[in-house]
C-alpha cells in the first residue's frame, strides 16, 4: 500500500512538474511573440514617417558592412569604436561609483558630506557636459570616456546607496554580537544584500552611458555608431540611419542580456531575476 501510494504521488508529482513547464513555455512563447508584434509596429510608424522601405535598411546593412562609408570604414569598424570606449567609460563608472555609494550608504558622515554634492550634480544632463569635456581634455578619446562616466556613474552610485541603506540592520546586528569586524560585515551582509540593486544600477548606467557616447560622437568623432547616422543623415541615406539605429539597439540589448545573466548567476537566492 505504501509503495503504490508513493509511486501515485510520484507520478502526480511528475504531471504537475511536467504542467507548469508547458506553462512557463507558452508563457515565454506569449512573451516573445507579443515583443515581435510590438517590433513590427514600432517599424510599421518608422517606415510610415521615414518613407523608407525593409529593403532599403537590409540593403544599406550589406553595403556598410561590405563597402564601408565615405571614409572607407566598414560598420564593424564603428562598431569596434563604440564598444571600446563605452566599455572603458562603463568600467571607469563602476569602479568609482560603487564604492562610493558603499560609504555613502552605510556611514552617515560620509552621506552627510557627499550627499548634497550628488544631488547638486545628478541633475544635469550628460550631454551639457559635452562642451565642457571638449575644453577640459585635450584627446577626442579622454572626452567621450568623460561623459559616458557621467552618464554612468550615477545611476549605478544611487542604486548602490540604495541597496546598502536597505540593509536589514537585525542582520547588522546579528553579525557584530558575532564578533564581526566592519569590513567582514561589508563583505558578508551589506555587499551581498545591496547587489541586486548594484545590479540594476549597472544596468541603467549602461544604457545611459550609451546613450551618451551616440550623443557625443554625433559632435565630435571621425568613427563610431554615432558619428556614422550623423555623416549618414548629412547625405540623405536614410537606410543607413536606421540601420544603423537597429545596431545601436541590438547591442545595448546583447550586453542587458548578459549583465542580467551574470546577475543569475552570481545571485541564484535572489528570486525574480529572468533572462
Not at 521615414?50 to 553595403?63: C, G, M, P, Q, Y
Not at 548594484?198 to 549602461?206: E, K, N
Amino acid at each position: 500500500m505504501t509503495s503504490a501510494a508513493q509511486t501515485s504521488k510520484d507520478s502526480n508529482q511528475a504531471r504537475n512538474d511536467q504542467f507548469s513547464y508547458t506553462k512557463i513555455s507558452e508563457s515565454r512563447i506569449i512573451r516573445w511573440l507579443l515583443a515581435g508584434i510590438i517590433l513590427v509596429l514600432l517599424w510599421v510608424i518608422i517606415a510610415f514617417f521615414s518613407r523608407s522601405t525593409i529593403l532599403e535598411v537590409v540593403d544599406a546593412f550589406i553595403r556598410l558592412s561590405t563597402e564601408g562609408d565615405s571614409s572607407g570604414f566598414l560598420l564593424i569598424d564603428h562598431v569596434a569604436q563604440s564598444v571600446f570606449i563605452v566599455t572603458l567609460g562603463f568600467c571607469v563608472a563602476a569602479i568609482t561609483a560603487i564604492p562610493i555609494g558603499i560609504a555613502i550608504g552605510r556611514y552617515r558622515v560620509v552621506d552627510s558630506i557627499l550627499g548634497p554634492v550628488v544631488e547638486a550634480m545628478r541633475p544635469i544632463p550628460p550631454i551639457a557636459w559635452i562642451p565642457l569635456s571638449l575644453l577640459i581634455f585635450a584627446s577626442l578619446l579622454y572626452s567621450q570616456i568623460f561623459i559616458i562616466w557621467v552618464g554612468a556613474f550615477f545611476p549605478i552610485l544611487i542604486n548602490t546607496t540604495t541597496g546598502v541603506k536597505r540593509t536589514e540592520p537585525v542582520h547588522v546586528d546579528v553579525a557584530k554580537t558575532f564578533g564581526a569586524s566592519e569590513s567582514k560585515i561589508l563583505g558578508s551582509v551589506v555587499i551581498p544584500s545591496a547587489a541586486p540593486e548594484v545590479f540594476a544600477g549597472m544596468r541603467i548606467g549602461f544604457g545611459i552611458g550609451w546613450m551618451c557616447l551616440v550623443a557625443a560622437e554625433m559632435i565630435g568623432s571621425n568613427k563610431g555608431l554615432g558619428y556614422l547616422i550623423w555623416t549618414m543623415q548629412q547625405v540623405g541615406w536614410t537606410g543607413a540611419v536606421i540601420s544603423s539605429m537597429l545596431v545601436i539597439g541590438l547591442i545595448g540589448f546583447v550586453v542587458s542580456f548578459f549583465l542580467l545573466l551574470i546577475e543569475r548567476r552570481l545571485l541564484r537566492w535572489r528570486q525574480g531575476v529572468s533572462v
